[in-house]
Every structure is written in structure tokens, then in C-alpha cells.
């Protein structure tokens, strides 16, 4: 089942913070984060487990919680190059596929 | 170390041809994924396929088949291609398979068919 992502689209001034959402209806075992630029393929962000973890990656970090069956993105202090289209995907657990949401498109404008 | 390479890049098919894509994954990457990516579905799962053997599915008509190498490169084939057909279609690969391996995705395949 296709993991729901909110908002769909967001527009921000450069230094301005973000939040994006994903959430599936059944219990998870893992959430992957991508971003996709306009013709590129889509470029590995974090992976968060069970276990309600959050990571980091400069400015940019995850959490995910196992009771909700939700993820979060956060942006911080954004910058010109986060622009693109945001993906989660999500696992349910051993077996299964890797099932994407269908995308945040994220405008930074200067 | 190279990315995943998928050709060709671009192509353009008649209504009821048929097409071969490729993919060659990252070197040790034995697990090979596809999907189809369109602007109002997003990112749709075809097949998974690890040591030669299909191991997940998606929700899409038997005109669309794949295969892995023993080498690990990976193929699909859509037969009787219809308009809906066209797509970027991408490959994924990762070292293992199950939950929490990552994939790392090539650049794609543009089809359009006419």
C-alpha cells in the first residue's frame, strides 16, 4: 500500500525551515528518504528502522514513529539545492518491496 | 566505483511494439529492482529479482516481464505497448534484499511511445 505524503507541494524562501510528512496505514518496518531533481535519477537521502531513531545529515534529518507508522522530514535553513521532489518509501518488513509515495515537490527560491 | 547504468536513455516506440531495457547494478549489488515513474503515480513498483530469481511483483499486466543475469544485470521487457506505456523507468540495485538495505537508482530510461 502506497505510503501518503504531505504537504504535496511547498515553496520557500532560502534560509526557511520545512517539514515533510509520510504516513501508511500499516505497521512498518523501515523509511527511506530520496530527492529527485528535474531528469536525475533519484538520490538516496537516510534510511530510518523500527525503533523511532532519528538521523541527521547536515541540515537535514528524519524520525520516524513506529506507533504512528510515520515519518518526518526536516529541513533546516534551506538552501537553493534542496529543491526537487521528495519521496519516502516505505518497508513493511521481511519480503516485501520498497513502496514509494508519491512525491513533495520542494521549491527554494533565492 | 560506477552508479547503476541503464540503456538506452531515450526511445521512442510505435503502439504495439515491443522493448528491452537494461540494467547493470552497482558492482556487488546483487538484488535489482524496477520501477516506473510517471507524473501523476510517482514512483510504481514493477519487479524485484535477486540471484536470477523474481522475488516480488507489482501490480502491473503480464506485458511487462523481466529477467537477472547470473552476472546480475537485469532486463524488462513491455510487449504490445500502448500509449499509457510511456514512462521513465528506473533501476534500482542494492548489495542484499529485504527491508532496510538501501537502493541506489540509475538515471532511467525515457520511454515515449506513440
Known amino acids: 500500500q502506497q505510503p501518503v505524503q504531505s504537504p504535496q507541494a511547498v515553496i520557500l524562501r532560502e534560509g526557511e525551515d520545512a517539514v515533510i510528512n509520510c504516513s501508511s496505514s500499516k505497521a512498518l518496518y523501515s523509511v527511506h528518504w530520496y530527492r529527485q531533481k528535474h531528469g536525475e535519477a533519484p538520490v538516496f537521502l537516510m534510511i530510518?528502522?523500527?525503533?523511532?531513531e532519528q538521523k541527521g545529515h547536515e541540515k537535514i534529518s528524519a524520525s520516524f514513529n513506529e506507533k504512528k507508522q510515520q515519518s518526518s522530514l526536516y529541513l533546516t535553513a534551506s538552501q537553493l539545492s534542496y529543491s526537487g521532489t521528495y519521496f519516502c518509501g516505505t518497508e513493511r518488513g521481511s519480503g516485501d518491496k520498497l513502496t514509494f509515495g508519491t512525491g513533495t515537490r520542494l521549491a527554494v527560491r533565492p | 566505483k560506477a552508479g547503476v547504468t541503464q540503456t538506452p536513455r531515450y526511445l521512442i516506440k510505435t503502439r504495439g511494439q515491443q522493448v528491452t531495457l537494461s540494467c547493470s547494478p552497482i558492482?556487488?549489488?546483487?538484488?535489482v529492482s524496477w520501477y516506473q515513474q510517471t507524473p501523476g503515480q510517482g514512483l510504481q513498483f514493477l519487479f524485484e529479482y535477486f540471484s536470477e530469481t523474481q522475488r516480488n511483483k507489482g501490480n502491473f499486466p503480464g506485458r511487462f516481464s523481466g529477467r537477472q543475469f547470473s552476472n546480475s544485470r537485469s532486463e524488462m521487457n513491455v510487449s504490445t505497448l500502448e500509449l499509457g506505456d510511456s514512462a521513465l523507468y528506473l533501476c534500482?540495485?542494492?548489495?542484499?534484499?529485504?527491508?532496510?538495505?538501501?537502493?541506489?537508482f540509475g538515471e532511467g530510461s525515457w520511454l515515449t511511445v506513440v
Open positions: 530510518l528502522l523500527k525503533g523511532g
Open positions: 534500482a540495485s542494492s548489495t542484499l534484499r529485504g527491508p532496510g538495505n538501501t537502493i541506489y
Open positions: 558492482s556487488g549489488h546483487r538484488s
